[in-house]
């Protein structure tokens, strides 16, 4: 029997998941081998009650959030009402469709709660990534970041500079225990959840 190329929405179930499940599916399926300790929102994906798929949430840095309200409204009043779609990993071997599947789940939960007006979200482009899901779920894309650093812990995961509202120095980092291992751009694209 072949492989199916594409999901079927009727086939799969989505509700949220707890933090250990997020860790222990984005160490195991996300490049980043890891993520935050805590979302706002962390939806799963699942089929007969395995766990396919991730996307979690966050408030983004305020830099961020104020430029996406810029970018809707015009000024930078509702930089509180932006959120981040944070990470997202889908298993191997899940039909090509299961990513777009999952971010519009995600996309149906936030808008029904009506707490955030605006989202946000970036592709790694040292990763190889160009924001094809995005464009492919009405994502606008708004222009890249700066380089910024890429750090490794001890065990491989890729771990952030930015942390409990600030941006870690080179030091900083270094006496957390990671090592910088290069730089990259990342591609910067928008949603309206209104």
Known sequence: MRPEKFCRREDFSFAEVRADEVRAFFGAFHYARGSGAVASLAIGMFRRGVLLGVATWLPPP??????????????????????????????????????SMLIGACLRVLRRTKRWMFGVTYADEAQGHVGTIYKATNWREAGVTGAGAIYRSSDGALVSAYANGKTRSRAEMTAAGTTRVGASRKRRFVIDLR
């Open 62 to 99: 305020l830099p961020a959030a104020k430029l996406v309200s810029r970018l809707f409204v015009g000024d930078e009043s509702l930089s509180s009402s932006v959120i981040c779609l944070s990470r997202l990993a889908v298993q191997d071997g899940v039909p090509t469709n299961a990513e």
